[in-house]
């Protein structure tokens, strides 16, 4: 157990929080870099994976894509923005447009499902109402998605928390630094310790997102509030038949 | 002739000089360091997924057969596959050290996870009609699980099993930490001198194997499940 009380020991030596290369700012840089990247990779996804899956059309670019996301390795794709032109290089941007292109494909894939896959008869007796097509999307479609949609944006978000990890082999910042200058001064309990840090907030962030999903399924309160009800229109898939992303 | 022939050379040997991305000069003249990277990694890639095959077949019976491990067996999947790759070689760092052992543990791991489900929504999937057809027919329980169940959660079985090849294929790379990467260390040694064709070939590489292995699987499956055969497209 020397290998966890050595780096237990590392994390309560205030020393090791403060400072330029401290565990406070570490912890600052990894939450701003995934924040920014989740909110760039929703704001371009999810309008496109909506509208996709509105119209019914772009199902196997919608599906593929994150396919296409999975074979690429994070380490490759940063490294080459790194060695890349202005904006691109050893800046924020690069890492920060790396994060969001591998969020992109998780949203994209699970919002389209769950658009489409809401009960064509709903979207009928909708359209029946007299509901327009963006009313349809607003007020039938989107609320329905909701479960799959959320679930996108979860494993985008678990993804970023660990691809904002890799961009510290490429001189990035955030948590992955710990570990990386804990391998470069050949000190084990730094590298555990940091290990430790990566692994607990990845493991919170999907733990929230969890929450987050349960809290906003309107179908899922619905029942809650008035019981189960058999005109309550079942939403789509539940989050575990959804697709996985990879784990960079 | 001599005259152009030498033009050539020059042309090609300025791709290095110039420090282009694309640089066939540099896969003619490196090719025994870039091939190296890439047993490695086809290697560390193989033994991971057969690994994490091996070992997730029996978890699946075992949270089959005994449904309270199903629910442990689910979440401790799912916990592990959160942890960040980088954090999974650290944690394993202690245990075995600066060695290819790192890297393959930690990939069997993540593959395991991704199986070990897949087995579970294979054997799910199984009709249980087909369950009671077979028992009535006389199977025991050894050829009803390889001579039925098995053969019919074979799809969800090799979905997984591609997912998992393409995904470790992917986290090799990452194995750079501990020093055994595969192309991963390509990527990083051009990253740090700046040898754009380099980086680049790695990445390509590593790109062109998830889609091999990808389709290998693919042919597979369909070898396997002659029966299924117009239906999985």
Same mark, same amino acid.
């Given at each position: 157990?020397?290998?966890?009380?050595?780096?237990?020991?590392?994390?309560?030596?205030?020393?090791?929080?403060?400072?330029?290369?401290?565990?406070?700012?570490?912890?600052?840089?990894?939450?701003?870099?995934?924040?920014?990247?989740?909110?760039?990779?929703?704001?371009?996804?999810?309008?496109?994976?909506?509208?996709?899956?509105?119209?019914?059309?772009?199902?196997?670019?919608?599906?593929?894509?994150?396919?296409?996301?999975?074979?690429?390795?994070?380490? %490759?794709?940063?490294?080459?923005?790194?060695? =890349? *032109?202005?904006?691109?290089?050893?800046?924020?941007?690069?890492?920060?447009?790396?994060?969001?292109?591998?969020?992109?494909?998780?949203?994209?894939?699970?919002?389209?499902?769950?658009?489409? =896959?809401?009960?064509?008869?709903?979207?009928?007796?909708?359209?029946?109402?007299?509901? /327009? =097509?963006?009313?349809?999307?607003?007020?039938?479609?989107?609320?329905?998605?909701?479960?799959?949609?959320?679930?996108?944006?979860?494993?985008?978000?678990?993804?970023?928390?660990?691809?904002?990890?890799?961009?510290?082999?490429?001189?990035?910042?955030?948590?992955?630094?710990?570990?990386?200058?804990?391998?470069?001064?050949?000190?084990?309990?730094?590298?555990?310790?940091?290990?430790?840090?990566? &692994?607990?907030? %990845?493991?919170?962030?999907?733990?929230?997102?969890?929450?987050?999903?349960?809290?906003?399924?309107?179908?899922?309160?619905?029942?809650?509030?008035? &019981?189960?009800?058999? /005109?309550?229109?079942?939403?789509?898939?539940?989050?575990?038949?959804?697709?996985?992303?990879?784990? *960079? | 002739?001599?005259?152009?022939?030498?033009?050539?050379?020059?042309?090609?040997?300025?791709?290095? +000089?110039?420090?282009?991305?694309?640089?066939?000069?540099?896969?003619?003249?490196?090719?025994?360091?870039?091939?190296?990277?890439?047993?490695?990694?086809?290697?560390?890639?193989?033994?991971?997924?057969?690994?994490?095959?091996?070992?997730?077949?029996?978890?699946?019976?075992? @949270?089959?057969?005994?449904?309270?491990?199903?629910?442990?067996?689910?979440?401790?999947?799912?916990?592990?596959?959160?942890?960040?790759?980088?954090?999974?070689?650290?944690?394993?760092?202690?245990?075995?050290?600066?060695?290819?052992?790192?890297?393959?543990?930690?990939?069997?791991?993540?593959?395991?996870?991704?199986?070990?489900?897949?087995?579970?929504?294979?054997?799910?999937?199984?009709?249980?009609?087909?369950?009671?057809?077979?028992?009535?027919?006389?199977?025991?329980?050894?050829?009803?699980?390889?001579?039925?169940?098995?053969?019919?959660?074979?799809?969800?079985?090799?979905?997984?099993?591609?997912?998992?090849?393409?995904?470790?294929?992917?986290?090799?790379?990452?194995?750079?930490?501990?020093?055994?990467?595969?192309?991963?260390?390509?990527?990083?040694?051009?990253?740090?001198?700046?040898?754009?064709?380099?980086?680049?070939? @790695?990445?390509?590489?590593?790109?062109?194997? @998830?889609?091999?292995?990808?389709?290998?699987?693919?042919?597979? +499956?369909?070898?396997?499940?002659?029966?299924?055969?117009?239906?999985? @497209?």
């Amino acid at each position: 157990m020397g290998w966890f009380t050595g780096a237990i020991a590392w994390l309560l030596d205030p020393a090791n929080w403060q400072g330029p290369n401290g565990v406070a700012v570490r912890l600052v840089e990894h939450l701003g870099l995934t924040a920014a990247s989740l909110g760039l990779a929703c704001a371009i996804a999810l309008p496109v994976a909506l509208w996709l899956g509105h119209v019914g059309r772009g199902g196997a670019l919608a599906i593929n894509v994150s396919n296409v996301g999975r074979a690429v390795p994070t380490f %490759a794709l940063l490294a080459i923005f790194t060695l =890349g *032109p202005p904006p691109l290089g050893r800046s924020t941007f690069s890492i920060v447009l790396a994060l969001t292109l591998f969020a992109i494909p998780p949203i994209i894939t699970n919002t389209y499902v769950g658009v489409r =896959g809401v009960d064509r008869e709903v979207v009928e007796a909708a359209t029946g109402m007299g509901m /327009s =097509g963006s009313q349809v999307l607003r007020r039938v479609e989107l609320p329905l998605a909701v479960p799959l949609l959320m679930n996108g944006v979860r494993i985008a978000a678990v993804q970023i928390v660990a691809t904002a990890t890799i961009a510290a082999l490429v001189a990035g910042g955030g948590l992955g630094r710990i570990i990386t200058s804990g391998f470069t001064r050949q000190d084990q309990d730094q590298v555990v310790a940091g290990a430790l840090l990566v &692994g607990l907030m %990845a493991l919170v962030v999907e733990l929230a997102f969890e929450y987050l999903q349960r809290l906003l399924d309107p179908v899922r309160a619905g029942r809650d509030r008035s &019981g189960p009800h058999p /005109s309550v229109p079942r939403g789509p898939a539940r989050p575990g038949a959804a697709v996985a992303a990879a784990q *960079p | 002739m001599i005259v152009a022939a030498a033009h050539a050379t020059t042309l090609a040997e300025d791709c290095l +000089q110039r420090n282009a991305w694309i640089c066939p000069e540099y896969v003619r003249t490196r090719w025994p360091d870039i091939s190296a990277a890439l047993s490695e990694h086809v290697l560390i890639t193989v033994v991971s997924v057969t690994l994490g095959t091996l070992i997730a077949f029996p978890m699946a019976l075992l @949270a089959r057969r005994l449904p309270r491990f199903r629910g442990p067996v689910v979440g401790v999947s799912t916990a592990l596959y959160t942890i960040p790759s980088l954090a999974m070689f650290s944690l394993l760092l202690p245990f075995t050290g600066l060695a290819v052992a790192t890297v393959v543990t930690g990939l069997t791991l993540y593959s395991l996870t991704i199986l070990v489900r897949n087995f579970l929504a294979g054997f799910d999937g199984v009709p249980e009609d087909v369950r009671e057809a077979a028992r009535g027919m006389g199977y025991g329980p050894g050829r009803l699980l390889f001579g039925v169940e098995l053969p019919l959660a074979l799809p969800s079985v090799f979905a997984g099993l591609r997912i998992a090849a393409v995904s470790t294929i992917a986290l090799t790379t990452i194995g750079v930490i501990v020093g055994f990467g595969g192309l991963g260390n390509l990527i990083s040694r051009g990253l740090n001198s700046f040898f754009k064709a380099e980086v680049f070939t @790695a990445s390509v590489l590593c790109v062109f194997l @998830a889609v091999v292995a990808d389709l290998v699987l693919l042919g597979a +499956q369909r070898v396997a499940t002659p029966w299924r055969r117009g239906a999985n @497209a």
